[in-house]
């Protein structure tokens, strides 16, 4: 059993969650119209976390990046609460977010920080050492989905019995990196967002942080009793940045977590949606929520009132949904006004509303969904089972050398003298590779296309499963920033300033996984997992975590990653089945 | 005419990365999207930017590039047009 013990967030809205409720509970908006062009050569509107204030929290401001600062902040103001103590040896601190330090490769802002500070590892590395806590600090990077993944992954590793305690923060800051890409991708509304409307015109981009502190140990909990009841990923298989036409394989990630919370869709009281406002997005929502026969159920989105903060969103959202059970109120969804052609029950008015069980959910770049069910109501039962697994097959591609199952083979003649794009379109060629959508990857995608490629050459080994019974899990060090640099180049010259959409759309690691899951029509849990080395036994651990819980009967998982800024490469891809 | 539609070609090769097409394989008259050379909605975008970058021209309304990016043709003509 998983229990609330503790949150901050950090936004537009404010400096502590009470600040935040305080705001939403009057229907106020953090989100400006912003026409300072070092972030964006035309206005925009925007949600961001006041500097200043934020400075004003520590002594030596300087000796931490904005990003830092959010979640330092967060996880303090959230630890003030909490009966938890960080530098216990059963607390795990788990970090979600999307770009971390992205700021630091724009070199025109001269930021004082060294090179490694860039990678998503190093920043967590730095909050793991101030608060002195003794584990390796988990971090995920799974587009906008990660914030809820990340509680759902606290989760598991709690009732698995690895960790008794969890912080789980997410944060990420706006810099021009991620609000030019959104423009190039015409997906940034002409004013605030306005999810689920008829009328909707893009979503709003925006920063912030937020933490969750959770416990096995009721006497750490807050009161009211609330309990993270289950929570499952699901990928689309369908396009790396487009949601999927029907809405199918959101509706899985609730169907799942409604088996595991033991409840029927009759039982939810509200539905705290992801609710972006693009076109595409909102309308897959609504199909999934159809589908899952929660269209009837009160539901929103915060997005109205802080923007998009992207992996700080699935926390953030997460408190709010908290906050919405323990006070027995549902908040407008700010920004609505027209019913659309799909229709679902949008919350129009703040009201009082007995919310016993509620269910958020969040998608992503790269196909990904997410869904928790939080509840004060309903105990869970920790069903865990002992399955154990099989290694069915093994691939490594590291630096122009194929092993598979650890037999060296090298069908590409002088391959030492080759560059990775030479010596992968050599490969592709050689196992006769026929996808044309292979030549637009970037190097990570492509990477990771050829290594599950020879994977599952000549095997129809995944026919006899489920698509939603596959997953895949993916350990990575260097994230997206070979791409991110390239992509930094787009946006750096002023007169010649064309941010490019298709180098934009690989700046998330776990594209690599849509690219995957497109190919082989996969659509179970999906995750990426940031660490400077490759923690073998902790992948594989988590795998067997997802068998015993039902939540997957294969899995592809292993390390992927190429390394920035010195382009050495390694793909050590298992594929894992269940040992019956 | 002829010439900017070869250059177009080549652009386009260029900038959507399609590694393994050829100039003479883009058919000016045939559609782009869906059927023709299955691009999508990303390669779209960046056709908006291929325009901006090699020809000035900018297109605000995504959704204007349905009728411009149909064919090579269509494409060569808004271009002659628009061109500043």
Do not use: C, W
């Given at each position: 059993m998983v229990y609330i013990s503790g949150h901050n967030i950090i936004s537009s809205l404010g400096f502590s969650s009470s600040e935040n409720f305080k705001n939403i509970n009057k229907n106020i908006?953090?989100?400006?119209?912003w026409t300072d062009n070092t972030l964006s050569p035309e206005p925009a509107y925007v949600s961001l976390v006041n500097s200043k204030k934020l400075d004003a929290g520590f002594l030596n401001p300087d000796s931490f990046t904005k990003y830092e600062k959010l979640l330092i902040s967060s996880i303090k103001n959230a630890l003030k609460n909490s009966k938890v103590?960080?530098?216990?040896?059963?607390?795990?601190?788990i970090i979600s977010t999307t770009k971390g330090n992205i700021n630091l490769l724009n070199k025109k802002l001269n930021l004082k920080f060294e090179n490694e500070r860039v990678q998503l590892w190093k920043s967590s590395e730095i909050i793991k050492e101030y608060f002195k806590n003794p584990n390796q600090a988990i971090t995920i990077s799974n587009a906008c989905i990660s914030g809820a993944l990340a509680i759902i992954v606290a989760k598991r590793l709690i009732d698995s019995g690895k960790f008794e305690n969890a912080i789980v923060s997410g944060a990420d800051i706006l810099p021009e990196f991620t609000l030019s890409g959104f423009q190039a991708f015409k997906a940034v509304s002409d004013g605030p967002c306005k999810p689920f409307d008829a009328n909707r015109t893009g979503m709003t981009p925006g920063e912030g942080a937020g933490t969750v502190i959770l416990t096995n140990d009721k006497t750490k909990a807050l009161k009211p009793l609330i309990s993270i009841l289950g929570g499952t990923s699901s990928n689309d298989a369908n396009h790396i940045s487009g949601p999927s036409r029907t809405g199918k394989e959101l509706a899985i990630a609730i169907s799942k977590s409604f088996k595991e919370a033991n409840l029927?869709?009759?039982?939810?009281?509200?539905?705290?949606?992801?609710?972006?406002?693009?076109?595409?997005?909102?309308?897959?929502?609504?199909?999934a929520l159809s589908l899952t026969k929660l269209n009837l159920t009160h539901t929103n989105s915060f997005k109205g009132y802080l923007g998009h903060t992207f992996g700080a969103a699935g926390i953030i959202e997460t408190i709010f949904t908290i906050n919405s059970l323990s006070e027995n109120k549902l908040y407008k969804s700010l920004g609505f006004k027209n019913k659309d052609i799909n229709e679902i029950n949008i919350i129009s008015e703040n009201k009082n509303f007995n919310v016993k069980n509620a269910i958020k959910t969040a998608s992503g770049f790269g196909g990904c969904n997410a869904s928790l069910i939080v509840s004060k109501e309903k105990s869970d039962i920790?069903?865990?089972?002992?399955?154990?697994?099989?290694?069915?097959?093994?691939i490594k591609l590291q630096d122009n050398r194929l092993f598979i199952n650890d037999i060296e083979i090298n069908p590409i003649e002088n391959y030492n003298d080759l560059s990775f794009s030479k010596y992968a379109k050599a490969l592709y060629k050689f196992f006769k590779i026929k996808y044309p959508k292979y030549y637009k990857m970037d190097k990570l995608s492509k990477l990771a296309f050829l290594a599950s490629e020879i994977l599952l050459k000549d095997e129809d080994f995944l026919k006899k499963y489920d698509e939603e019974d596959i997953s895949v899990i993916i350990s990575n060090g260097s994230s997206s920033l070979d791409t991110d640099a390239e992509y930094q180049k787009t946006i750096e010259d002023k007169n010649n300033y064309f941010p490019s959409p298709s180098v934009f759309v690989y700046t998330l690691a776990n594209i690599m996984i849509g690219e995957i899951c497109i190919r082989n029509k996969i659509k179970g849990e999906n995750t990426v997992f940031i660490s400077k080395d490759f923690n073998k036994e902790f992948i594989f651990e988590y795998v067997e975590i997802l068998f015993n819980l039902g939540k997957a009967k294969v899995s592809l998982c292993g390390r992927i990653d190429y390394n920035y800024p010195h382009g050495n490469y390694i793909a050590e891809l298992y594929l894992i089945e269940m040992n019956k | 005419m002829e010439d900017l539609t070869l250059k177009l070609k080549e652009q386009i090769i260029e900038a959507l990365n399609l590694e393994d097409m050829e100039v003479d394989e883009i058919e000016t008259d045939e559609p782009l999207f869906g059927e023709g050379l299955g691009l999508d909605s990303i390669d779209a975008l960046e056709l908006i930017v291929l325009?901006?970058?090699?020809?000035?021209?900018?297109?605000?309304?995504?959704?204007?590039g349905q009728k411009i990016f149909y064919s090579i043709k269509t494409m060569a003509e808004y271009i002659t047009e628009h061109k500043s």
């Open positions: 908006t953090g989100i400006k119209l103590d960080i530098k216990n040896k059963k607390t795990v601190l029927l869709a009759k039982d939810i009281d509200y539905v705290s949606a992801h609710g972006t406002a693009t076109l595409f997005n909102d309308e897959m929502e609504a199909k920790n069903n865990f089972r002992k399955i154990e697994f099989v290694i069915k097959k093994k | 325009l901006e970058k090699n020809y000035g021209i900018k297109i605000e309304n995504p959704k204007d």
